[in-house]
């Protein structure tokens, strides 16, 4: 076997690790409210959405299209494969797949320790941004499309990155509200039980709705590295096994269950009624759908905190933890950058050890990281046990109880 279709199996290999981390790193994004208010069991809840993800992941390739052509500048001007890329076997784009591959799963591990639901999409672009800048220099990247449509870094990654959270948080506001005002009248108990029935159906509209645009996602930058190696030419398709393998990796990463990420989203960030987890998976489903059918790679988890903020929004009385959400805004911030300095820092390594070698050792570095990382996590472990349990800001700041002073015997107390 060449070295080229090694460093391509390494590729395909770390792109499916990184869709596997998608599928657990997202799972709160469409089950975290279900989960919180009981609605599903936790056991159930990952598994309806794994399984919604795999049937989602076959329903358009819009996403994948904008992965492959809108973010590394694979053409040149005659619109024709670019010469440096495609030249010796392609392993110039290999290496910067595959260490842009390395930046984003890193972070995704990163944030998944610190149970903070920043944007696997983001992670992935900025590494591929980070990778691509250091190998092929600031032109490597397709920053704006033609003029003619939106396109590029720009109108596929950036806008939809500042819009969405936005719109949801103004669709799930006013759908909250409007929901507890057409039943104002209605008793609690049964308006609560009523409202979970209909979390089961948005929320398993949200999971067909992320695989529709996450999955798409690992899809398109497989179909990359094809391209790269001439063993696949189309721009505007992407190979069945793809799709297959794909759809397998995020639906199994869903039914792991990212429970650190899924207790966030549903006990830390607002306290949330049936009524208000219906009306934010409805908006994120509604959102991340339309943003599938028109190509934009929007971070599903933007979407959905979106969502679950607004619905926090809506109802009178409700309480939002802002110290939460402040955190998960600075994450936001710096997950395309810091993504991107760890994918441009993994190539530098790779180029300088030069070819199979030194795609091996970035693989190595990979996984030795992603073991550290879950080790560590093992010291406080979350799972569908304890998911649910009551939210504790910081966990240093419990008063434990004093301890009783006890007295040697004879001793007198003094008046």
Known sequence: MSPELI?????????????????????????ATSIATQALKPKAAVTLSAILNLIGAFLSVEVALTVTNAVVNIQ???????AELIGDGGMALLMIILAGLV???????????LGLPSSSSHALFGGLIGASMAGLGVNGVKWVGDG??????????????????A???????????LVYRITQGVAEKYREGGFRWGQIGSASLVSLAHGTNDAQKTMGVITLALIATGTWTDLEAVPFWVKLTCALAI???TYIGGWRIIRTLGKGLVEISSPQGMAAESSSAAV????????????????????????????????VNWSVAARMLMAWAITLPAAGIVGAAVWFIGHTLGGMFGATVIFLILV???????????????DHRNVNDDWVEDVTQRQLPEEPVVKPRGMRSKV
């Open 7 to 31: 460093v391509l199996a390494l590729v395909v290999v770390t792109a499916l690790a990184f869709d596997f981390t998608n599928g657990f790193h997202d799972t709160g994004n469409a089950m």
């Open 76 to 82: 040149d001007s005659s619109g024709a494969p670019r």
């Open 103 to 113: 930046g984003a799963i890193v972070w995704n591990l990163l944030t998944w320790l």
């Open 148 to 165: 003619t449509k939106l396109d590029g870094v720009l109108g596929k990654v950036i806008l939809p990155a500042l819009l969405s959270p």
């Open 167 to 177: 719109i949801a948080v103004a669709v799930a506001s006013v759908g909250t509200w």
């Open 251 to 253: 639906a199994l990463g």
């Open 288 to 319: 991340i759908l339309a943003s599938s059918h028109l190509g934009f790679a929007l971070s599903t988890t933007h979407v959905a905190t979106g969502s679950i903020l607004g619905s926090g929004v809506g109802k009178r009385g409700a309480k």
């Open 368 to 382: 030795a990281s992603s073991l550290w990382m879950y080790r560590h996590s093992q010291k406080s472990r979350i």
